[in-house]
């Protein structure tokens, strides 16, 4: 089978188109035929190697792992013995490393559940991880619900988009920031108002917010704090290259302040995938795509979202 992979920490250009085994599948697996995959801050990271703390786990010198890619939506081809939840024919979306590949393999247990109908597979494939992150830090960790005022930084990423169109669906009044030539993408995803950070400073607005869902990282956290309701929640999620030392400011002034500062770290799951579907299935919640590539092309794909100015997501169609 045809597989991107990288053997070197580096930029987009160290990636290969390889011709590899098709994996095995072991008894409790599912051995999925990857239709579309999609691109996130996460894949660049690991392909540079940044921050460094990522090497703890992705290898000190080179990556120990050389498949890229996490999100996907195919078809199952085979299961294992033990397997009862899926069968050949299924289709399916959810997480897998290595995922920009003609087949990839997930345990029963793992990220997978069946795709949304109504999506192409490149729609599905565009949702796990960011729609995911969006979810868990609305829902579980801010417990958005009817009434709150939530401003979503950065609302026409790949987070973003979902954020906004969830925000809403849980009753919430949103506020979406972004450039001037998103401003009608994230209106049309139901934000009530749309800030262009090019004409105006959401951090001097005049009501202030119950959630900041900040996905860019270009403020201050003073300033995101002063946005804040005495008790708001400030979420930052942002994939700059300063996020750790953002993460750890957050985590130390979260103990002084009666302010809500929150950190997290997305869990791939079943349950959550089928509660997106759901969503999906109800004109709830639709993925908003930049462009398409082919799998020779997942440098450019990885290329593209790295210069930070992807509309939604950047999709990779596997055939």
Known sequence: MKASRYHAYGPPEVIRLEETGKPEVRDDGVLIRVRAASVNPGDWHLLRGTPYVFRLVAGLTRPKVPGLGNDLAGEVEAVGKDVTRFQPGDEVYGCAPGAFAEYVTVAETGPLARKPAGLTFEQAAAAPTSALTALQALRDKAGVGAGWRVLVNGAAGGIGTFAVQLAKAYGAEVTGVCSTRNVELVRSL??????????????????????????????????????????????????????MGRMLKVMVVSRFTRQKLITFVVRENAADLDTLRDLFEAGKLTPVIDRTHPLAEVPEAIGHLEGGHARGKVVITVG
């Open 190 to 243: 139901g934000a009530d108002h749309v800030v262009d950070y090019t004409k105006e400073d959401f951090t001097r607005a005049e009501r202030p917010y119950d959630v900041i869902l900040d996905n860019v990282g270009n403020r201050s956290l003073a300033d995101c704090r002063r946005a804040l309701t005495a008790t708001g929640a400030f979420i930052p999620n942002s994939g700059s290259s300063g996020v």
